[in-house]
């Protein structure tokens, strides 16, 4: 019941939205440790710089997951997951790719150029 005294219905929906924000507030939170911690190895060998930007890229695309909640929970729709989900599949495959050249330049000997991208 709320201040007035009217019962106030709660579908499971709206319970899944709401537990999939909060979740996803928590999990914000972890990354935002996690990229904390990684960031001093963000010049470091290979495999730390790929913690570190996978660390932010998780940071991202919490961010996003918590954006789509929101956004389909306000009109009560489905379809701003797909964009988001798209948006968060590109951000991965672009951040694949630097790590993967560096990778096989270390594992050539070759001088490593890598970018924070």
């Given at each position: 019941m709320n201040d007035c005294g009217c019962e106030i219905a709660i579908d499971s929906k709206s319970r899944t939205r709401v537990l999939m924000m909060v979740a996803g507030a928590a999990a914000l939170l972890a990354n935002v440790v996690c990229l904390l911690l990684t960031h001093r190895h963000s010049d470091a060998a290979v495999h730390r710089r790929a913690s570190w930007m996978f660390s932010k890229h998780d940071l991202i695309t919490r961010m996003g997951v918590i954006e789509g909640a929101g956004s389909v929970w306000l009109p009560l729709r489905r379809w701003p997951d797909?964009?988001?989900?798209?948006?968060?599949?590109?951000?991965?495959?672009?951040?694949?790719?630097?790590?993967?050249?560096d990778a096989r330049r270390e594992l050539t000997g070759e001088r490593m150029v890598f970018s924070h991208g």
């Open positions: 797909l964009p988001i989900g798209g948006l968060i599949g590109l951000l991965i495959l672009h951040g694949a790719r630097p790590i993967i050249a």
